[in-house]
């Protein structure tokens, strides 16, 4: 299989949670598909909870164990929960050709956010730190 895009949003989350997905297949693009899947079905909230676990929890099962970034991965959840406001998509295909920057400019998103690089700071990655520049609200 080449991509995510060939999974039902319902396999697609049963297999990454069960962490049967093949790892190639979690893209970037894959990360924010989940997130929408999981804001429109189970709420910000809980999605950005329940993303953090099984991502944690994937890492750990197919990679080291250190790939996981809090920051990054709640960021990128709340990034996606501002645009499905913006939004009448019923597909998450639909959504990521509203808005392609969350794939093709994901980095100057979040720099617009964090005036540090969240990507290497190791507290970033332990817990979420607020943004320092701009608000997610």
């Given at each position: ?6 999974l ?18 979690f893209?970037h693009e ?6 929408w ?9 809980k ?5 953090c676990?099984?991502?944690r929890q994937?890492?750990k ?9 809090m920051t990054v991965?709640v ?14 998509s019923v597909?998450?295909s639909?959504f ?15 720099n ?14 332990l817990?979420?730190l ?8």
């Open positions: 299989m080449e991509s995510h895009h060939h039902s949003d319902t396999i697609f989350e049963a297999s990454f949670s069960d962490a049967s997905l093949n790892p190639q297949l893209t894959a990360h924010l598909r989940l997130a899947i999981y804001i429109k079905k189970y709420g910000i909230d999605a950005e909870s329940k993303i676990d099984e991502i994937f890492d099962i197919h990679g080291d164990g250190t790939k996981f970034n991965t960021a990128a959840v709340k990034m996606v929960h501002h645009f499905i406001k913006k939004s009448d597909t998450f639909a990521i050709n509203q808005f392609p920057r969350l794939v093709t400019r994901f980095k100057v998103l979040l617009q956010h964090y005036g540090m690089d969240v990507f290497n700071n190791d507290q970033a990655r817990k979420y607020e943004p320092d520049l701009l608000s997610f609200d």
